[in-house]
Each structure stands twice: as structure tokens, then as C-alpha cells.
């Protein structure tokens, strides 16, 4: 499976619904989904979340993004990432 990192970005209404009951429902999506949650940070400054999570194809990422935007009012964007040992055997 792939790597992907989501950046989440708290919305005023997201910021009041904060609690570990939320978050165990973002794992549960992100399995649901297809994936894997790797690790998960809360950030200071402009992204207030970072999920670094597998999933099978960038589809489900897409689908897992938009099923979190719509559930807690947290906006993610995501990136696929490769370790620096699969990048340099790119070369």
C-alpha cells in the first residue's frame, strides 16, 4: 500500500467537537476506507493535523478526505509520500 500524508485544517464548529470519541471515529473511517492510520500529530500553525496513513490507491484517499470534511468539518489535503531509499532508487 501507498503512503499518503493528510493535512488537516480545524473549521470554528470542528474546534468545539474535539474529543478522543471523535478521533476513534477517524481511525475507524480510515479502515473503513481501505487504509491504515500510521501515526497521528496535532501540529501549531497554519495545519492543525497531520495523519500519515496506507492506503491501496489514491481513490480511497480522495473518498476518506471528503468522508472526513463532510463528518467533522475538518478540511484535508493529502500527498503521497516515498521514503528517501524508494526516491533515490528512482536515480
Do not use: C, H, W
Given at each position: 500500500?501507498?503512503?499518503?500524508?493528510?493535512?488537516?485544517?480545524?473549521?470554528?464548529?470542528?474546534?468545539?467537537?474535539?474529543?478522543?470519541?471523535?478521533?476513534?471515529?477517524?481511525?475507524?473511517?480510515?479502515?473503513?476506507?481501505?487504509?491504515?492510520?500510521?501515526?497521528?500529530?496535532?501540529?501549531?500553525?497554519?495545519?492543525?493535523?497531520?495523519?500519515?496513513?496506507?492506503?491501496?490507491?489514491?481513490?480511497?484517499?480522495?473518498?476518506?478526505?471528503?468522508d472526513m470534511s463532510?463528518?467533522?468539518?475538518i478540511s484535508f489535503?493529502?500527498?503521497?509520500?516515498?521514503?528517501?531509499?524508494?526516491?533515490?532508487?528512482?536515480?
Open positions: 500500500m501507498a503512503v499518503y500524508l493528510m493535512y488537516g485544517k480545524y473549521n470554528p464548529g470542528s474546534l468545539k467537537e474535539i474529543s478522543p470519541g471523535r478521533t476513534e471515529k477517524a481511525k475507524e473511517l480510515i479502515q473503513n476506507n481501505g487504509g491504515s492510520l500510521k501515526a497521528g500529530y496535532a501540529l501549531l500553525g497554519d495545519t492543525d493535523l497531520l495523519f500519515i496513513v496506507e492506503f491501496p490507491s489514491i481513490e480511497n484517499v480522495v473518498k476518506t478526505s471528503t463532510n463528518m467533522f468539518g489535503s493529502s500527498t503521497p509520500a516515498i521514503t528517501i531509499d524508494e526516491f533515490d532508487k528512482l536515480f
